[in-house]
């Protein structure tokens, strides 16, 4: 079975830096895309990042570009997402998602870990 | 960016009844590439459907995906005590965007 767990999720104050990590497990991790997306408190889904299976090509909504970088470390099997210049309206809990196939068809998610939240205040 | 709208925001209904969710974009969907998640409280969501109508590995024959173009249907034919949860679609043929979602609740 699938498992991703997220982790680096802590409360930061405004303007402030942080950095979530996705272990990967029982797939193999360097050949599918992988995604965040995130929710905030009561409230729908949100895509924030996405990267393709090799780490070449990254992908954001305006909402994040600019602040946000994902990576990845296939050797690792473990997702990134460096997260620059936090506001209020960052809070959310981050979930890592694996994309169901290779290719543009397969930009839906399977699997997703079970969040790590990100409070930002001060 | 394609909009993704879902209806009603809430549906009340009993258990054995069916339950018809609707999603309609703001521009039609390429390849018809959406799908539906369920998310309970405190849990991550799941994939039910992709690409429209084809079933996730071991999501129950209850459920069911239609539709094309712009709009789009996720059915529960009977209503199980378990399906009362929210209810998200997901296109990604032009980048990726979720809808608002719909609850499931209990009547």
């Known amino acids: 079975e699938v498992q991703l767990l997220e982790s680096g999720g802590n409360l930061v104050q405004p303007g402030g830096s942080l950095r979530l990590s996705c272990v990967a497990s029982?797939?193999?991790?360097?050949?599918?895309?992988m995604t965040w997306v995130r929710q905030a408190p009561g409230k729908g889904l949100q895509w924030v990042s996405t990267?393709?299976?090799?780490?070449?090509?990254?992908y954001y909504p305006d909402s994040v570009k600019g602040r946000f970088t994902i990576s990845r470390d296939n050797s690792k099997s473990t997702l990134y997402l460096q997260m620059n210049s936090l506001r209020a309206e960052d809070t959310a809990v981050y979930y890592c998602?694996?994309?169901?196939?290779?290719?543009?068809?397969?930009?839906?998610?399977?699997?997703w870990g079970q969040g790590t939240l990100v409070t930002v205040s001060s | 960016e394609i909009v993704l709208t879902q209806s009603p925001g809430t549906l009340s209904l009993s258990p054995g009844e069916r339950a018809t969710l609707s999603c309609r974009a703001s521009?039609?969907?390429?390849?018809?590439?959406l799908a539906w998640y369920q998310q309970k409280p405190g849990q991550a969501p799941r994939l039910l459907i992709y690409?429209?109508?084809s079933r996730a590995t071991g999501i129950p024959d209850r459920f069911s995906g239609s539709g094309s173009g712009t709009d789009f249907t996720l059915t529960i034919s009977r209503l199980e005590p378990e399906d009362f949860a929210m209810y998200y679609c997901?296109?990604?043929?032009?980048?990726?965007?979720f809808g608002g979602g719909t609850k499931v609740e209990i009547k």
């Open positions: 998602a694996k994309h169901g196939s290779s290719g543009w068809s397969g930009d839906y998610f399977d699997s």
């Open positions: 029982e797939f193999t991790f360097s050949t599918f895309a």
């Open positions: 990267i393709t299976d090799n780490g070449f090509t990254t």
């Open positions: 521009q039609s969907v390429t390849r018809n590439y």
């Open positions: 690409a429209a109508s």
């Open positions: 997901q296109q990604y043929g032009s980048a990726i965007s």
